[in-house]
């Protein structure tokens, strides 16, 4: 049992996250950070690539600037359970307490409470009722977060992993990631690659790269088990069908939701319809989700919090 009642529990360690407790910290405040994963960093833990869209940091890759964000967590001081997934967190007297998956006793409470969890990449129907799998515990081709061997599923290290070389490659979406991702399989050595998407949503600069024969766009069926689309076998299908907010342990706050399941909050504090939880970066639906924006909404909360305390003591 944890006996502590913190400022604030920061639930994620992204980039969202890790700015909104360090500013905590350093405003004063007692904040924890609680990450299922074993490392800090969020969705920049897998990628592997440069992140060129960050200006501050010009040429660091994901990974590199999940490791400044553990950096900048520590020198905080701030205190980061880890491999501490939630289950639920619900209102317990004047606080919020939040329990950790699989053991009931092992309760965080806090005055205040910052959902920052993310997104996780959409996955076929057929998968959805398969559990997910933490991002640094994804392997290659059959692994068992994505359900159906050689069926991987979003962007990430995984994808990185795999060896294109000669394969049969369907990709399905019609956003940047479905385009970005079968641009990479065809510059590594796939021997075809075939955009499948209901719609075309990409960025030009990536879809006049991919050969217009190539992208079938509709209606498609799918055999996840037998790897096949529209009844044409292939080697490894790549699914990019969006993002949906991680939050399924919150829903006893009973939040205001968007149309698509994203929480609502006021843009000028990143409070959510319930006083004292604020929710920020992707879990919100940001209109340009990024490093950047992430980090913003972070202070944005923090500032929010320091706030909302300073009246309570006045």
């Known amino acids: 049992m944890q006996a502590k009642k913190y400022d604030a529990m920061i639930i994620g360690?992204?980039?969202?996250?890790?700015?909104?407790?360090?500013?905590?910290?350093?405003?004063?405040?007692?904040?924890?950070?609680?990450?299922?994963?074993?490392?800090?960093?969020?969705?920049?833990?897998?990628?592997?690539?440069?992140?060129?869209?960050?200006?501050?940091?010009?040429?660091?890759?994901?990974?590199?600037?999940?490791?400044?964000?553990?950096?900048?967590?520590?020198?905080?001081?701030?205190?980061?359970?880890?491999?501490?997934?939630?289950e639920r967190v619900e209102h317990e007297g004047d606080c919020f307490a939040a329990t950790k998956a699989g053991e009931p006793g092992h309760v965080v409470r806090a005055t205040h409470l910052v959902l920052a969890t993310g997104v996780t990449a959409r996955r076929l129907p057929e998968m959805a009722a398969t559990p997910v799998m933490r991002f640094e515990e994804r392997s290659t081709l059959g692994s068992a977060a994505d359900a159906a061997p050689g069926v991987l599923v979003g962007p990430g290290v995984h994808i990185v992993a795999q060896d294109f070389k000669q394969k049969r490659v369907a990709v399905l979406g019609g956003g940047d990631n479905a385009f970005e991702n079968a641009l990479y399989a065809m510059q590594h050595g796939a021997a075809c690659v075939d955009v499948y998407a209901r719609s075309v949503r990409a960025q030009q600069q990536f879809v006049r790269q991919v050969p217009a024969e190539r992208v079938r766009e509709g209606a498609y069926r799918i055999d996840a088990q037998a790897r096949t689309v529209d009844g044409q076998h292939y080697d490894l299908i790549m699914v990019f069908y969006g993002w949906e907010p991680s939050t399924h342990f919150a829903d006893s706050l009973n939040l205001r939701r968007t149309a698509q399941g994203y929480i609502e909050t006021d843009s000028v504090m990143a409070q959510t319809s319930c006083p004292r939880v604020y929710a920020i970066g992707e879990v919100t639906q940001r209109q340009h989700p990024c490093v950047v924006t992430a980090l913003a909404d972070g202070i944005t909360a923090a500032k929010a919090i320091q706030a909302s305390i300073e009246r309570s003591a006045a």
């Not at 590199?64 to 997934?85: I, R, T, W, Y």
């Open 13 to 86: 360690g992204g980039p969202a996250g890790v700015s909104c407790a360090v500013w905590l910290a350093r405003l004063g405040l007692a904040p924890v950070l609680l990450e299922a994963g074993s490392r800090i960093g969020g969705l920049c833990r897998i990628n592997p690539f440069q992140d060129d869209w960050n200006a501050s940091l010009p040429g660091m890759t994901g990974m590199q600037v999940a490791d400044n964000l553990e950096l900048s967590l520590k020198q905080a001081g701030v205190p980061a359970l880890l491999s501490h997934a939630v």
